[in-house]
């Protein structure tokens, strides 16, 4: 009886990831791009040596250009390759539930993470970007695991993993860092309170593993001194209250959906949640493991609004590196309740969530607006002609989906950008002046302008040119405007 009951339970869970899996490969394949996309694109262009030192001039670590660096040199310089490399990151966290949480905290609490980890409409966007949100989340989640299981029991296997899956997180995303900072100390604490409890040997390989990475850290850590110096970590983000609040709040929930409903049931769902702790609290049930999650998901979120304050970097798309704790304890404090009505609501509502998101990502990944501008450009595009933007969003889609010509991005507020845009090279260049760029070529200018004409209106000098064409295009994907000026010099 008792394996039959396992043997179900598998079941549902086989079931879920392959549906979850499903669901997520049907709006999987699309070549749109927009412009962080674009960057982790035009970086393949480039060796492991050359993405560190350009990657060392924006604002990431380096190690998910390496991973994707190698998916390139398997499978070319292929973006659908890419997108299902990050779709394969969301589908790891699933099958967590399976193997790992499920071993540790039972059947329920695996069950109701794989379940969230394929359905909160979060996970479908960032599943299938190209960037390294997706594996940042595996690291993260795999390096708390790691951490909890040393802590129940100090076998070496343990700690060595938790110490290689922290500074993998490390490498991927600062919030990562800052969690694995917050991790390690809470370690740390849990050693000097234990020790007399430990063995020489178990105390020994925790040192070591300390020890393990800070050294591999180091090399990376002069770059990041780099960064906060050169551009503060996050220049280009301004922090709007009450929104940000609204947006911590519902960011796992809201997907491409309206914020209304999401963050609606947001606020229940974890007003539920935070009930159920205080209950568990008040009957002196031992829920540490479900508690520190949640507690290390906030200090991040602490922490970085302090540094905030003066420099802004508090971005709710970047929480999603640490979602899987969230996740985590959200599941582990619903397997507590034996209400089956209030969790099959729950995962009910969830599941609608989701599917809205997917029929809205699927409306907008697969419009025949989004090949439009790069389908005019390659037709009409020869081989003289250059390409001109001062907006370097859409300017990094061009650079990274048009090789053909060459390309010149005007850096006309003068950021500390052009070691970090490297990454799109040869094809494109930074230059400082319109005049600069009218020099370098005999042919036609194709201006990439936005949609008030902003770099056109405000141009010097048009009586030397004939224009040719103006066009406008408005892709789905991503809500891009285009507008494309053909210039003829005279």
């Not at 791009?33 to 393949?44: A, P, R, T």
């Not at 409890?197 to 990475?213: A, P, S, Y």
């Not at 929480?319 to 009505?341: D, H, Q, R």
């Amino acid at each position: 009886m008792e394996n039959k009951i396992l043997k179900k339970d598998n079941l549902l869970h086989i079931l879920i990831i392959i549906l979850g899996t499903i669901l997520f490969l049907i709006p999987a394949f699309h070549t749109n791009i927009w412009f962080d996309e674009s960057y982790s694109v035009g970086l393949m262009n480039h060796s492991f040596a050359e993405i560190w030192t350009i990657a060392g001039n924006d604002v990431h670590p380096v190690l998910y250009y390496w991973i994707l660096k190698i998916v390139n040199i398997i499978f070319g310089a292929n973006i659908i390759s890419y997108r299902i490399f990050s779709l394969l990151g969301i589908i790891v966290l699933g099958i967590l539930g399976l193997t790992h949480i499920k071993k540790d905290f039972g059947n329920k609490t695996g069950l109701l993470f794989t379940f969230f980890s394929f359905f909160l409409p979060v996970m479908l966007n960032y599943a299938l970007e190209i960037r390294m949100y997706s594996w940042t989340i595996v690291f993260v989640t795999l390096m708390l695991i790691y951490a909890n299981r040393w802590r129940k029991e100090k076998k070496q296997k343990n700690i060595i993993l938790f110490g290689l899956t922290s500074i993998a997180s490390c490498y991927m995303h600062y919030f990562a860092l800052v969690c694995s900072g917050f991790v390690n100390v809470a370690m740390v604490i849990h050693l000097i309170r234990n020790r007399k409890k430990l063995l020489k040997k178990e105390i020994l390989t925790f040192i070591l593993v300390e020890i393990m990475q800070v050294l591999l850290y180091l090399p990376w850590l002069f770059v990041f001194v780099g960064q906060l110096t050169r551009v503060g970590g996050g220049f280009w983000i301004t922090i709007e209250f009450p929104q940000i609040v609204i947006d911590i709040i519902n960011f796992q929930f809201k997907g491409s959906l309206e914020q209304t409903v999401p963050t609606i049931f947001a606020v229940i769902l974890l007003v539920y949640i935070t009930y159920i702790i205080i209950k568990n609290i008040k009957q002196k049930n031992k829920i540490t493991e479900g508690i520190l999650p949640i507690i290390f998901y906030l200090l991040v979120i602490l922490a970085v609004s302090i540094v905030s304050i003066k420099s802004p970097i508090l971005y709710a798309r970047y929480l999603f590196t640490i979602t899987g704790l969230l996740v985590f304890s959200i599941s582990y404090f619903l397997a507590k309740e034996n209400n089956k009505f209030i969790i099959g609501f729950i995962c009910g509502a969830i599941f609608i969530l989701s599917i809205n998101n997917l029929i809205i990502n699927l409306e907008e990944n697969y419009d025949a607006s989004n090949s439009e501008p790069i389908s005019y450009l390659r037709e009409n595009l020869q081989p003289d002609d250059v390409i001109m933007y001062s907006n370097i969003n859409n300017g990094g889609v061009i650079a990274a989906l048009i090789e053909t010509n060459k390309q010149y991005f005007l850096n006309l507020d003068y950021w500390t950008i052009e070691e970090a845009y490297k990454a799109y090279l040869p094809q494109m260049e930074v230059a400082y002046s319109i005049d600069e760029v009218v020099k370098k070529t005999n042919g036609r200018i194709f201006i990439i302008d936005t949609a008030d004409l902003s770099l056109y209106n405000n141009m010097e000098n048009k009586e030397q040119f004939k224009e040719i064409e103006i066009k406008e295009f408005k892709p789905k994907y991503k809500n891009y405007t285009y507008k494309i000026i053909i210039l003829e010099k005279i």
